[in-house]
């Protein structure tokens, strides 16, 4: 799926990255615990969270992830843009909750990431 599928999915405003909105992502994972997304998503995931601080472009940066999606109609500050825009992210921001936005993007078929126990 094309972020901006993402983007038109979840009715997201575009605050970083407008110009890769063509960038395919092939999985989704949700979380507020940047330890878990260290754990499980890879550098074709979308994070969405609803955790709003810069270490979550750090986590992401250091798995290559392309986007970010905050939830819950957070908007990340200054600290947070000036990353995106030096690490090359996509970052949306959307006014759904975590759990329907996941929800929505899994009913239009991005896949979860595959966690095996």
Known sequence: MRLRQVADILGADILCGRDKLGL??????????MSDVLSYANKKTLL?????NPQVVRTAEMIDMPA???????????????????NNFVILSTS???YTASGLLYASGLKGIQIDS
């Open 68 to 86: 970010i999606v905050f939830v819950r109609n957070k908007k990340p500050g200054d600290i947070i843009i000036k990353l995106a825009h030096e």
């Open 96 to 98: 759904h909750s975590l």
């Open 48 to 52: 969405l969270t609803g955790l709003i």
């Open 24 to 33: 395919e992502i092939y999985y989704a994972f949700s979380s507020d615990l």
